[in-house]
């Protein structure tokens, strides 16, 4: 069964441009019932649409944006945007954080500029497909694309996964402060079906259809596809 591609931890996606903001309990009206968990009021609204920007609040219910505009109901809470902007969160769809999620919950700092989603998996770098003893050969590759030293990844990751599937749901597992969503990688695939090979040989007819077999289980768990280079030097 297909998962859902991001797991949603932001509310709503919304990144409030906040500093000194008050957010408080909100005490219900006499005359209107309590309909929103959040409200976040008097913010300027810039709602990526190509509008102008605007004043107003936004309500949120069940951690899903219910309504924008001037809202005069009740909430559990209020969060006060006076003088703030409030924004879609940013989508970053090229990161390299396949192994900083391991050991940074927070995904700085792509979180510290409003982003609240990324892509990993970019170039046809990824840390799965692989087992765990031949880890060094994916490790390889993010220290020579990200400069991430191997000693590094070794102290951060804990290896609980072969597959992209068993990735994936390490990544299900971990606590994020942000949404992740990854590729499957050409270089970790292919060392992955062909080990030293391949970096010497070409893949042969069997090699691919094991290829094939491993991004078709990826995709149907949710990978978001598979990634390549054309550089020489990335197998």
Same mark, same amino acid.
């Given at each position: 069964?297909?998962?859902?591609?991001?797991?949603?931890?932001?509310?709503?996606?919304?990144?409030?441009?906040?500093?000194?903001?008050?957010?408080?309990?909100?005490?219900?009206?006499?005359?209107?019932?309590?309909?929103?968990?959040?409200?976040?009021?008097?913010?300027?609204?810039?709602?990526?649409?190509?509008?102008?920007?605007?004043?107003?609040?936004?309500?949120?219910?069940?951690?899903?944006?219910?309504?924008?505009?001037?809202?005069?109901?009740?909430?559990?809470?209020?969060?006060?945007?006076? +003088? *703030?902007?409030?924004?879609?969160?940013? %989508?970053? $769809?090229?990161?390299?954080?396949?192994?900083?999620?391991?050991? !940074?919950? #927070?995904?700085?700092?792509?979180?510290?500029?409003?982003?609240?989603?990324?892509?990993?998996?970019?170039?046809?770098?990824?840390?799965?497909?692989?087992?765990?003893?031949?880890?060094?050969?994916?490790?390889?590759?993010?220290?020579?694309?990200?400069?991430?030293?191997?000693?590094?990844?070794?102290?951060?990751?804990?290896?609980?996964?072969?597959?992209?599937?068993?990735?994936?749901?390490?990544?299900?597992?971990?606590?994020?402060?942000?949404?992740?969503?990854?590729?499957? +990688? *050409?270089?970790?695939?292919?060392?992955? %079906?062909? $080990?030293?090979?391949?970096?010497?040989?070409?893949?042969?007819? !069997?090699? #691919?259809?094991?290829?094939?077999?491993?991004?078709?289980?990826?995709?149907?768990?949710?990978?978001?596809?598979?990634?390549?280079?054309?550089?020489?030097?990335?197998?």
């Amino acid at each position: 069964m297909r998962r859902e591609i991001f797991q949603i931890w932001s509310i709503s996606e919304i990144y409030v441009m906040l500093c000194n903001c008050t957010i408080y309990d909100a005490q219900p009206s006499q005359e209107e019932p309590m309909q929103y968990d959040l409200i976040i009021q008097n913010g300027t609204i810039v709602d990526g649409a190509g509008l102008p920007r605007y004043r107003g609040d936004v309500g949120i219910v069940h951690g899903k944006i219910a309504s924008i505009g001037k809202i005069r109901a009740s909430a559990k809470d209020v969060l006060d945007a006076d +003088g *703030h902007i409030v924004a879609p969160g940013f %989508i970053d $769809g090229h990161t390299h954080m396949d192994a900083q999620v391991n050991w !940074d919950p #927070l995904g700085t700092c792509s979180c510290w500029h409003g982003i609240t989603s990324v892509v990993m998996g970019n170039c046809g770098f990824s840390l799965a497909p692989c087992k765990e003893n031949d880890k060094d050969l994916v490790m390889r590759n993010l220290e020579r694309a990200e400069d991430i030293f191997p000693a590094a990844m070794e102290a951060g990751i804990k290896w609980t996964w072969e597959t992209f599937p068993d990735y994936l749901d390490t990544i299900d597992r971990l606590p994020k402060g942000i949404n992740y969503a990854a590729y499957m +990688g *050409h270089s970790a695939l292919r060392t992955y %079906i062909m $080990g030293e090979r391949a970096f010497s040989e070409e893949a042969t007819y !069997d090699d #691919l259809e094991r290829m094939q077999r491993e991004v078709r289980d990826a995709i149907r768990a949710g990978a978001m596809g598979f990634t390549t280079s054309r550089h020489v030097w990335d197998v």
